[in-house]
Nanobody, 124 residues
């Protein structure tokens, strides 16, 4: 069982930055990849970014490419999402998810464990 806790959300003006963290704890079964998703009110959960176990491979949604950066520190069991040049349309609850195994997925069903989410609100 893996527990995930997101932090770092908040209110920021358009053009600002936030760094989200996803801390993993509990018993892990081998390596795990991590993905970030977001869900705005009335919309489906959307893939944002993912990183494999080693951190050597990443993937981003087109909507955030060039603005968001995913990284991980396995010594700290933590994955980060650096978000720059935030826009009002980035407003959502952001979730991290873990997929057991080294490779990541880009869809929600690919992931085995989920955090509770952290709210990000970008004002115009």
């Amino acid at each position: 069982q893996v527990q995930l806790v997101e932090s770092g959300g908040g209110l920021v003006q358009a053009g600002g930055s936030l760094r989200l963290s996803c801390a993993a704890s509990g018993r892990t079964v081998g390596p795990y990849a991590v993905g970030w998703f977001r869900q705005a009110p009335g919309k489906e959960r959307e893939f944002i970014a993912a990183i494999n176990w080693s951190g050597g491979t990443t993937n981003y949604a087109d909507s955030v490419k060039g603005r968001f950066t995913i990284s991980r520190d396995n010594a700290k069991n933590t994955v980060y999402l650096q978000m720059n040049n935030l826009k009002p349309e980035d407003t959502a609850v952001y979730y991290c998810a873990a997929r057991i195994g080294g490779g990541y997925g880009t869809t929600a069903p690919a992931y085995h464990y989920w955090g509770q989410g952290t709210q990000v609100t970008v004002s115009s």
